[in-house]
């Protein structure tokens, strides 16, 4: 199978994984918007920034190393499992251990147990994590996908029921549970092969990831702290009912950019390292990926825009309608945040971590305080924050990452994340001229899908046929 074949029978199944992941995601918070109350999202928000922290460490950035490096033995596969494994024990009692100071930053006694049960997902996650970055290290995606969708369909099933049963908050944390507990035992029977880890560990088997890892890993917690800012200073500035209007558009507006860029961007970092030495290819698989991100969202993100106050009344109900603004902003900011997504697979395919910590670290300077200032104007100030700097970084970052590394032109960069949303917009607008037309939340989303589908494709096809024909390809269709 040649690589470009490989590449799109790899994109099929994480297309497919994304979607199964996603549409269940939306079908839980619309039934958990109507049983949990806005509060109840906005403390499992602030557990789950506390999660995503400690993760990062979890890995260390070594499942990255292991994905980048192509001569990796026997014995150091088994020694960096351990290796995980001992990570994850170690921040499951971390995690435990701090709760009382979360409590006491949060003022909400009720974290305590939300960080007790959350913690234990660290060490389970851990124990299947090797599994899992073998089979995507070959682009073997189809066996990862089918248990990571049967993984997510048992852990959306045991938070409704929990939700249903009167558990409240807690329903939340006991889904992520059983989530992670059926996602690692899967990946032990249907992913490893029969592989099984030698027992032992040796310090020199992880030292030559530790370098690449290393940097990976303060570069994502770094990442991960600008990326969370806006819940850490929204928990402390706002009441949980606020954040909690706050956290739901945002989770919404990051599921459609999780809908759509792992899909392209987790096939093209091990796509990126293969070709690392060929400047030119690697170029194209970047530009390439960006184009097909951004296309793919921009019609979704401008769709929530145009139609946020319809969306909120269907998926959340009558108790979120606060949200509605909300929504509307970081739709634009969700956009603008997925073009700068797969400049993450450029850094890592050509082992770069140490620029993309470099860049992260200047950003620490600069996002805190901004966002400080923000949500001294509440939700919407937050909101409009992360927008305008969204824009204003555009071009910084393409000088100092993107044409840093494979000499992509400012016109080419912004032609493939720009140019999709002047298209999505040509298309979309009036598509929603037309919806206001009728009467009803439902009907309305229904004829603005139904106008604006086949005027994005028809507009697409003559100003980004290749886009199009990227799509027919991954459908396995000749072009």
Same mark, same amino acid.
């Given at each position: 199978?040649?690589?470009?074949?490989?590449?799109?029978?790899?994109?099929?199944?994480?297309?497919?994984a994304?979607?199964?992941?996603s549409?269940?995601?939306?079908?839980?918070?619309?039934?958990?918007?109507?049983?949990?109350?806005?509060?109840?999202?906005?403390?499992?928000?602030?557990?789950?920034?506390?999660?995503?922290?400690?993760?990062?460490?979890?890995?260390?950035?070594?499942s990255?190393?292991?994905?980048?490096?192509?001569?990796?033995?026997?014995?150091?596969r088994?020694?960096?499992?351990?290796?995980?494994?001992?990570?994850?024990?170690a921040?499951?009692?971390?995690?435990?251990?701090?709760?009382?100071?979360?409590?006491?930053?949060?003022?909400?006694?009720?974290?305590?147990?939300?960080f007790?049960?959350?913690?234990?997902?660290?060490?389970?996650n851990?124990?299947?994590?090797?599994?899992?970055?073998?089979?995507?290290?070959?682009?073997?995606?189809r066996?990862?996908?089918?248990v990571?969708?049967?993984?997510?369909?048992?852990?959306?099933?045991?938070?409704?029921?929990?939700?249903?049963?009167?558990w409240?908050?807690?329903?939340?944390?006991?889904?992520?549970?059983?989530?992670?507990?059926?996602?690692?035992?899967?990946?032990?029977?249907?992913?490893?092969?029969?592989?099984?880890?030698?027992?032992?560990?040796?310090?020199?088997?992880?030292?030559?990831?530790?370098?690449f890892?290393?940097?990976l890993?303060?570069?994502?917690?770094?990442?991960?702290?600008?990326?969370?800012?806006d819940?850490?200073?929204?928990?402390?500035?706002?009441?949980?009912?606020q954040?909690g209007?706050?956290?739901?558009?945002?989770n919404?507006?990051?599921?459609?950019?999780?809908?759509?860029?792992?899909?392209?961007?987790?096939?093209?970092f091990?796509l990126?390292?293969?070709?690392?030495?060929?400047?030119?290819?690697?170029?194209?698989?970047?530009?390439?990926?960006?184009?097909?991100?951004? /296309?793919?969202?921009? =019609?979704? +993100? @401008? #769709? %929530?825009?145009? *139609?946020?106050q319809?969306? &909120?009344? $269907?998926?959340? !109900?009558?108790?979120?309608?606060?949200?509605?603004?909300?929504?509307?902003?970081?739709?634009?900011?969700g956009?603008?945040?997925?073009?700068?997504?797969?400049v993450?697979s450029?850094?890592?395919?050509m082992?770069?971590?140490?620029?993309?910590?470099?860049?992260?670290?200047?950003?620490?300077?600069?996002?805190?305080?901004?966002l400080?200032?923000?949500?001294r104007?509440?939700?919407?100030?937050?909101?409009?924050?992360?927008?305008?700097?969204?824009?204003?970084?555009?071009?910084?970052?393409?000088?100092?990452?993107?044409?840093?590394?494979?000499?992509?032109?400012?016109?080419?960069?912004?032609?493939?994340?720009?140019?999709?949303?002047?298209?999505a917009? /040509?298309?979309?607008? =009036?598509? +929603? @001229? #037309? %919806?206001?037309? *009728?009467?009803?939340?439902? &009907?309305? $989303?229904?004829? !603005?899908?139904?106008?604006?589908?086949?005027?994005?494709?028809?507009?697409?096809?003559?100003?980004?046929?290749?886009?199009?024909?990227?799509?027919?390809?991954?459908?396995?269709?000749?072009?």
């Open positions: 199978m040649t690589l470009k074949r490989q590449a799109f029978t790899a994109v099929r199944w994480t297309s497919f994304a979607v199964m992941q549409l269940m995601q939306l079908v839980q918070m619309a039934v958990l918007a109507r049983l949990l109350s806005p509060e109840d999202f906005g403390l499992m928000a602030l557990v789950s920034v506390a999660i995503v922290f400690c993760s990062l460490f979890s890995d260390m950035g070594l990255s190393a292991f994905i980048q490096r192509q001569d990796v033995t026997p014995q150091q088994s020694s960096l499992f351990w290796l995980n494994i001992a990570m994850g024990t921040l499951t009692i971390l995690m435990i251990a701090i709760s009382p100071l979360a409590a006491w930053y949060f003022d909400d006694d009720r974290l305590l147990p939300l007790a049960l959350t913690a234990t997902t660290l060490i389970i851990a124990a299947g994590q090797q599994v899992r970055i073998a089979a995507e290290k070959t682009l073997h995606f066996p990862v996908v089918l990571d969708t049967c993984s997510t369909l048992l852990g959306f099933a045991a938070t409704v029921l929990a939700a249903l049963a009167g409240g908050v807690y329903s939340l944390a006991f889904g992520s549970v059983l989530g992670a507990i059926s996602g690692t035992l899967l990946a032990w029977l249907f992913i490893a092969n029969s592989w099984r880890p030698r027992f032992g560990f040796k310090a020199d088997d992880v030292r030559p990831f530790i370098g890892g290393g940097s890993v303060a570069n994502n917690i770094v990442n991960q702290f600008n990326a969370s800012v819940l850490l200073i929204g928990g402390r500035m706002l009441a949980a009912s954040l209007l706050y956290s739901v558009p945002r919404l507006v990051l599921q459609l950019q999780f809908l759509v860029n792992p899909v392209i961007t987790r096939v093209a091990p990126i390292s293969q070709v690392q030495t060929d400047l030119p290819r690697v170029k194209a698989i970047y530009l390439q990926t960006l184009n097909m991100t951004a /296309s793919t969202n921009a =019609p979704l +993100y @401008l #769709g %929530a825009f145009f *139609f946020a319809e969306i &909120v009344d $269907l998926l959340l !109900g009558s108790n979120w309608t606060g949200s509605v603004d909300v929504l509307r902003i970081l739709a634009i900011w956009y603008m945040r997925s073009t700068g997504n797969p993450g450029l850094l890592l395919g082992g770069r971590a140490d620029l993309a910590l470099k860049w992260n670290g200047a950003m620490l300077f600069v996002i805190p305080p901004l400080w200032i923000g949500s104007h509440g939700t919407q100030g937050i909101a409009w924050t992360l927008l305008v700097f969204s824009f204003v970084m555009f071009v910084p970052g393409w000088y100092f990452l993107v044409h840093r590394l494979c000499q992509a032109g400012l016109l080419e960069y912004a032609r493939a994340a720009l140019a999709p949303l002047a298209i917009l /040509s298309a979309i607008l =009036p598509a +929603y @001229l #037309g %919806a206001t037309w *009728f009467e009803g939340d439902f &009907v309305r $989303l229904t004829v !603005g899908i139904a106008l604006a589908a086949p005027l994005y494709l028809a507009i697409s096809f003559l100003a980004n046929r290749q886009w199009v024909r990227a799509m027919l390809e991954l459908a396995g269709k000749k072009t």
